[in-house]
């Protein structure tokens, strides 16, 4: 019956989504934001800890959300890991026009572990989800109050 | 209801297909869609007889007027008012809300008295309210609910006991949960207590017939989109004598008796709290709406909907896995509901392939979301055109999204 609806929900997808591999908090961290979309009630809070030489070290999050939320913040923990604080921002570029507009023109292997979620850019409504997470990691190397959430865009 | 086929081969949109599959619209709740008369009106209007009204001394604007001013005797009937002056036009119920918390609110009600709300009320009657408790010294109330969804009535009454309260403003029916409230108690106890009541009917309206005199309610609102009428107008009903006390709202043409730089005087109910040129075809549409659901009659639409909810909550429970949200005695035609394997995002886009249309998210109260633990739910809502074969779409491609998830 959902045929037409498994390049959103992939294997990888599903699979994410029944078992997030990076879903926790972390005990000790130097920056912490939290994402809200307040169209739809996804909620999510992430931690990062950074390296000496600034790149991020380990991240960890908690979402409260629909699958794709959920599994974009899973995926973009591997995505980040290890990535300087710039590096990311351009990450988080180049994965919204992925999910935007399905198209990568500047795509980077780091962007490999977010392919799965490329066909997002089919689901208009569903692009808020996939980036949440990623507004949330960004306000958190802003250093934005983690009491005041960022908002989705 | 016998002549379904009829009433839905009057809503041209049913016809419409969903990436190749027949439209299953379940969200009705969040607007409803709009049968052929209301359209009609509308463009017959646009293309006969448009003028702008109340100004005008020629035989358009005249002609207009009477059609913009049938539609407050149509609202008026509909309320079963006393009075047609008692019918004010507003955008939609939210500002019919932000009307009262500023007029009502500001002009009679005086610092250190009590607004009382409920806890499944809508963003439109939170929102008003806290600014109005932000701005003029109001101290907002929440009447609880308890866990199957239906008004706490002690501790309703409770909240009223010092005598502080001046005015309950409270759902008439949640948009999530489906339930009624017991508006002639409700009045009852308010007014015993010195309280006026105002109802929000943005959902009850289009479910059932609503006798402001019978329910001895003070004030009234609801929204013509969700009563199959045009976006763009709302009514505000409210007694004749508060509105006569209350100040306007907003100032501007049409709201005046006279003007001078050192002074204005207002018109006289409804004109004051109407500002500037109104939705003029928006109420025309709103005349065409109400009369064709008075046309089919609440009775009718009453049980049709009563059939179509009991229906569904009996095949929504017994998909494993689902949980109904609310479950009141005394509830309408809106289930709200999750599913264990699945956010309710995910079973939207899901329905949606399958071209059923239903709502998902906070439904515009997240406090209730809180109150019931949830962030979001899913929720199907049914309306004049809705049939039991929809529900059985419903139900059938939720076991499958289950099955889907597993
Ligand atoms: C119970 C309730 N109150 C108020 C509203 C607000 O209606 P509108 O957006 O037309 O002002 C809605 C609908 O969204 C509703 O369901």
């Known amino acids: 019956m959902f045929d037409d609806v498994r390049d959103l929900y992939n294997q990888t997808i599903l699979t994410r989504g029944r078992a997030p591999q990076h879903m926790h908090r972390l005990a000790a961290f130097d920056a912490s934001a939290k994402g809200d979309n307040p169209m739809c009630g996804d909620r999510v809070e992430v931690w990062l800890k950074y390296a000496e030489d600034g790149a991020i070290a380990e991240t960890g999050y908690l979402a409260r959300g629909c699958e794709i939320s959920v599994v ?15 590096d990311t921002k351009a990450l988080f570029t180049a994965f919204r026009t992925l999910v935007q507009t399905g198209e990568c023109p500047d795509c980077t292997p780091a962007l490999a572990p977010l392919q799965p ?5 089919k689901y208009a409504s569903r692009v808020k989800c996939a980036t949440l997470p990623w507004l949330a990691l960004l306000a958190a190397l802003d250093g934005v109050n983690p009491s005041k959430p960022a908002s989705s865009e | 209801m016998t002549d379904l086929a009829r009433i839905r081969a009057d809503f041209p949109i049913l016809n419409e297909t969903v990436r190749g599959k027949k439209l299953v619209f379940l969200d009705s709740a969040a607007s409803a869609q709009k049968p052929r008369p209301v359209i009609d009106a509308m463009v017959h209007a646009m293309e006969h007889q448009y003028a702008n009204i109340h100004r005008g001394l020629h035989w358009m604007s005249e002609r207009t007027t009477d059609a913009y001013e049938a539609a407050r005797d149509a609202a008026a009937g509909l309320l079963n008012a006393r009075d047609r002056h008692e019918i004010i036009f507003t955008r939609n119920s939210t500002e ?9 609110g500001r002009g009679m009600l005086k610092p250190g008295q009590a607004v009382v709300i409920s806890a499944m009320e809508h963003h439109s009657n939170i929102i008003p309210w806290q600014m109005l408790r932000d701005a003029h010294g109001i101290e907002l109330r929440v009447a609880p609910i308890t866990d199957a969804g239906e008004l706490d009535m002690p501790a309703f009454t409770a909240l ?3 005598g502080k309260v001046g005015l ?3 759902t008439h029916m949640s948009n999530v949960l489906g339930t009624y409230t017991p508006a002639e108690r409700i009045t009852q106890i308010a007014h015993a207590r010195g309280a006026k009541v105002m109802f929000d009917g943005s959902q009850a309206i289009v479910h059932r017939r609503i006798d402001v005199q019978a ?9 013509g989109h969700k009563l199959y009428g045009p976006t763009g107008i709302g009514v505000l009903w409210g007694r004749r004598e508060l509105l006569d006390a209350m100040p306007p709202f907003m100032g501007g043409g049409d709201m005046i008796s006279s003007v001078s730089y050192e002074r204005s005087t207002w018109a006289e109910v409804p004109h004051k709290f109407e500002a500037g040129t109104p939705a003029i075809i928006e109420g025309i549409g709103l005349k065409a ?3 064709y659901v008075q046309a089919i009659g609440y009775d009718a639409i009453a049980a049709h909907e009563a059939a179509l909810t009991d229906h569904a909550l009996a095949r929504l429970s017994a998909i494993e896995g689902i949980t109904i949200i609310g479950r009141a005695q005394d509830r309408g035609g809106v289930v709200s509901f999750t599913l264990d394997r699945a956010h309710a995002h995910d079973i939207a886009t899901l329905l949606d392939r399958q071209g059923i249309a239903v709502r998902a998210g906070h439904h515009c109260a997240e406090p209730l979301m809180r109150r019931l633990g949830l962030d979001s739910t899913a929720r199907a809502s049914f309306g004049i055109y809705t049939t039991p074969d929809e529900i059985d779409a419903l139900a059938d491609t939720l076991t499958k999204i289950r099955e889907f998830f597993a």
């Open chain 1, 72 to 86: 974009s913040a899973d995926l973009m923990v591997e995505a980040v890991q290890g990535q300087s604080p710039a």
């Open chain 1, 117 to 121: 979620l490329s066909a997002v850019h």
């Open chain 2, 96 to 104: 019919a809300m932000n009307l009262m918390a500023h007029s009502f």
């Open chain 2, 160 to 162: 009223l006991a010092d």
């Open chain 2, 168 to 170: 309950v403003a409270i």
């Open chain 2, 215 to 223: 329910i001895d309610a003070d004030f009234y609102c609801f929204t």
């Open chain 2, 289 to 291: 709406a109400i009369d």
